[in-house]
């Protein structure tokens, strides 16, 4: 079992930047990728960022890249999302999640976090 939390989130002005945090703790976090998530009320679930664990490559949305950043440091347990020139439509949940190998389909995450959220006002 890996156990995740989130934290970080908040409410910002548009152009303001945020980092979230997610700490890991039960299996051995740096076998894990950990990727982010975001659902929007009334929206689907969607794939932020993800980062992989062998190689620590990192994998962005087209509606985010260059604006967010996604790092980890297996040390600490913690895998973090960077958040820059935000914008009113970023507003949502954000939540963690872990899996051996970095997919953009929500479904086949194995541990989630428990969400934090982030508004943007415009």
């Known amino acids: 079992q890996v156990q995740l939390v989130e934290s970080g989130g908040g409410l910002v002005q548009a152009g303001g930047s945020l980092r979230l945090s997610c700490v890991a703790s039960?299996?051995?976090?740096?076998?894990?990728?950990v990727a982010w998530f975001r659902q929007a009320p009334g929206k689907e679930r969607e794939f932020v960022a993800g980062i992989g664990w062998i190689s620590e490559s990192s994998y962005y949305a087209t509606s985010v890249q260059g604006r967010f950043r996604i790092s980890r440091d297996n040390a600490n347990n913690t895998t973090y999302l960077q958040m820059n020139s935000l914008k009113p439509e970023d507003t949502a949940v954000y939540y963690c999640?872990?899996?051996?190998?970095?997919?953009?389909?929500?479904?086949?995450?194995?541990?989630w976090g428990q969400g934090t959220q982030v508004t943007v006002s415009s």
């Open positions: 999640a872990a899996r051996q190998l970095i997919v953009r389909e929500h479904e086949k995450y194995d541990y």
């Open positions: 039960g299996r051995t976090f740096s076998n894990y990728g």
